[in-house]
Every structure is written in structure tokens, then in C-alpha cells.
């Protein structure tokens, strides 16, 4: 069964500062899929990849599976971007025909 | 599109009552899921559909049993309610096991 773990579990920054949220698993993967869930509860995904880097507006993600390992960055960070964002990898090897591991979240707060 | 759909939004039950959650999806996906989300837990799995017809326990199954009543509709029983249960529940899907997953809002339910 896949572990995952998520780093730091709450950042604090500065509106314009370059943020990054790390991502490391236990277990051989197809895909990591990045999630973000703001205040009030809705889960958005935001990203799925299984090789190199995606990048959507200011988000960039990427992922070196050799390394078991990915980075989630916002550039130019601003406070709406404040929320919790979340890791997630298929349970198994299977490629997520049993589900996901979720890591616990990291929370982040943008000041202006 | 309403995508997928939760009710009720707010939910609260005394102990060894029961209640069924709805969730239906409208973008004609194959995979389903039923998820709890605790402080500090992180997403956990309850129960998943592969596709319609089929239904698997996840990472925390007990006390709850699931329905896939279509391929719209997945739903989630508490038969007896435990205050351990009080939970935010959401329900997901997905075209195929390995691809993104689309949330609902959630439920909050209370347990007393």
C-alpha cells in the first residue's frame, strides 16, 4: 500500500512570493494527481501526471517518479491561492483501480 | 452541468440511527467513490465502483455499506450511526480508475 507523505503541513507567505509544496510515495505509480481544496470544502483537481512537468497559469507540478517525489510551485503567489493542497497516488501499482492515498494536506495562507 | 451531486449538504444523527448519503454524477463516468475526511486524516477511502455493477471496500469499510444504483447514482449507508462516524463525506468520480477525479461538495454529518 502506498504512503504518502506532504511537506510543510502549513506555510505562511507573503503576497508575489514563489511557493513550493513537496510530495513524496512509498510505492511505484502511473499518475499523482494534486488537489486543492479551499475554504468551505470544495476539492478541485488540479493536476494529473505521470512524467516531467505541467504548468496551468502561475501552477507548475512536477514529478521525478525515479525519486518517488513531486513539487507543486505557485509563482507570483496571491491571497486568493490560499487553501489546503492536497497529494494523491493510486493505493496500489495497480494505477488506481483501487482507489487513492491521499496525503494529509498542506495549508496554505497568502497575506497581502 | 451540476457534475456530481451530494445531498443532503448537512446532516445530524444520533447514535444508532440510520441514513443513506445520494451522490449522482452527470458526465456519464464509469468509476465512482466514496470518501471521509477527518482532522488531520487526510481523504480516506470507504468504498469504491469500478463500474456499474460492481462495488470494493476501500481502507475504512466498517460500518457502512454501499449501493450503485446506476451509473448515475452511487449512494452510502450508515445503518447504525457511531459518533466515530462523524465525518465530512464526499463522493468522486472518474472516466476511468486512472484518471482525474471530479468531487462533489460534501456532506457534514454530525454523530451524537
Known amino acids: 500500500k502506498n504512503e504518502v507523505e506532504q511537506s510543510p503541513q502549513n506555510l505562511t507567505a507573503q503576497e508575489g512570493e514563489f511557493i513550493t509544496i513537496n510530495c513524496s510515495y512509498s510505492v511505484g505509480i502511473s499518475a499523482l494527481h494534486w488537489l486543492q481544496q479551499h475554504p468551505g470544502g470544495g476539492i478541485v483537481s488540479l493536476f494529473m501526471?505521470?512524467?516531467g512537468k505541467k504548468k496551468h497559469g502561475r501552477l507548475i507540478a512536477t514529478i521525478n517518479i525515479q525519486e518517488k517525489h513531486s513539487s507543486l510551485h505557485i509563482t507570483a503567489s496571491h491571497p486568493r491561492d490560499s487553501a489546503v493542497y492536497i497529494c494523491?497516488?493510486?493505493?496500489?501499482?495497480?494505477?488506481?483501480?483501487?482507489?487513492?492515498?491521499f496525503g494529509k494536506g498542506t495549508h496554505l495562507i497568502i497575506q497581502p | 452541468n451540476a457534475g456530481v451531486t451530494q445531498t443532503p449538504k448537512f446532516q445530524v444523527l444520533k447514535t444508532g440511527q440510520s441514513m443513506t448519503l445520494q451522490c449522482a454524477q452527470d458526465?456519464?463516468?464509469?468509476?465512482m467513490y466514496w470518501y471521509r475526511q477527518d482532522p488531520g486524516m487526510g481523504l480516506r477511502l470507504i468504498y469504491y465502483?469500478?463500474?456499474?455493477?460492481?462495488?470494493d471496500k476501500g481502507e475504512v469499510p466498517n460500518g457502512y455499506n454501499v449501493s450503485r444504483l446506476n451509473k448515475r447514482e452511487f449512494s452510502l449507508r450508515l445503518e447504525s450511526a457511531a459518533p466515530s462516524q462523524t465525518s465530512v463525506y464526499f463522493c468522486a468520480s472518474n472516466v476511468m480508475p486512472e484518471g482525474s477525479q471530479h468531487f462533489g461538495d460534501g456532506t457534514r454529518l454530525s454523530i451524537l
Open positions: 501526471l505521470s512524467s
Open positions: 494523491a497516488v493510486p493505493t496500489t501499482s495497480g494505477g488506481g483501480a483501487d482507489g487513492l492515498t
Open positions: 465502483s469500478a463500474s456499474e455493477g460492481t462495488t
Open positions: 458526465m456519464n463516468h464509469n468509476s
